[in-house]
């Protein structure tokens, strides 16, 4: 059976992104108080578009001769993103923390970028995703900044 290959930059994109979703989609059924509905939709709005990014990460991974994994216990053996508690949670902990979470995906994707100066167009997608995910931490974080 041949090695599988993969780009260890865009497998660790691929699977902080599916985390996201999910730990998105965990808050969102679980939400409560002021502000529920924008929030509840919001998060809806987040989930949507990571999931996008998400699959244009796993697609891009094949493209150039990858494996993507996005299997659940890869995801949960390699995401970075910070899990959230099970059961109710207030509105405003939501927002404040999927703002930190979105921006810190966001960094650490960033922060890899020069290790695919050899590959600009995946260079250029995660480019493309971080500045999505810019958007949407803003997003949140100007229901909660003054």
Do not use: C, Y
């Given at each position: 059976?041949p090695?599988?290959?993969?780009?260890?930059?865009?497998?660790?994109?691929?699977?902080?992104?599916?985390?996201?979703?999910?730990?998105?989609?965990?808050?969102?059924?679980?939400?409560?108080?002021?502000?529920f509905?924008?929030?509840?939709?919001?998060l809806?709005?987040?989930?949507?578009?990571?999931?996008?990014?998400?699959?244009?990460?796993?697609?891009?991974?094949a493209?150039?001769?990858?494996?993507?994994?996005?299997?659940?216990?890869?995801?949960?053996?390699?995401?970075?993103?910070?899990?959230?508690?099970?059961?109710?949670?207030?509105?405003?902990v939501?927002?404040?923390?999927?703002?930190?979470?979105?921006?810190d995906?966001?960094?650490?994707?960033?922060?890899?970028?020069t290790?695919?100066?050899?590959d600009?167009?995946?260079?250029?997608?995660?480019?493309e995703?971080?500045?999505?995910?810019?958007?949407?931490?803003?997003?949140?974080?100007?229901?909660?900044?003054?």
């Amino acid at each position: 059976m041949p090695a599988v290959r993969t780009n260890p930059i865009l497998q660790a994109a691929l699977v902080d992104l599916i985390d996201l979703s999910l730990l998105a989609k965990q808050a969102h059924w679980n939400v409560r108080g002021t502000n529920f509905r924008s929030v509840h939709l919001e998060l809806d709005e987040v989930i949507d578009q990571v999931r996008i990014n998400s699959d244009d990460v796993a697609e891009r991974l094949a493209a150039v001769g990858g494996s993507p994994d996005g299997r659940a216990a890869t995801v949960a053996a390699t995401s970075q993103v910070p899990s959230i508690e099970p059961g109710p949670i207030n509105a405003p902990v939501v927002v404040a923390e999927f703002a930190a979470r979105i921006s810190d995906a966001a960094r650490r994707i960033e922060t890899a970028l020069t290790e695919l100066d050899e590959d600009l167009p995946s260079q250029d997608l995660l480019i493309e995703i971080v500045a999505g995910l810019d958007k949407a931490a803003w997003m949140l974080r100007s229901q909660i900044e003054g």
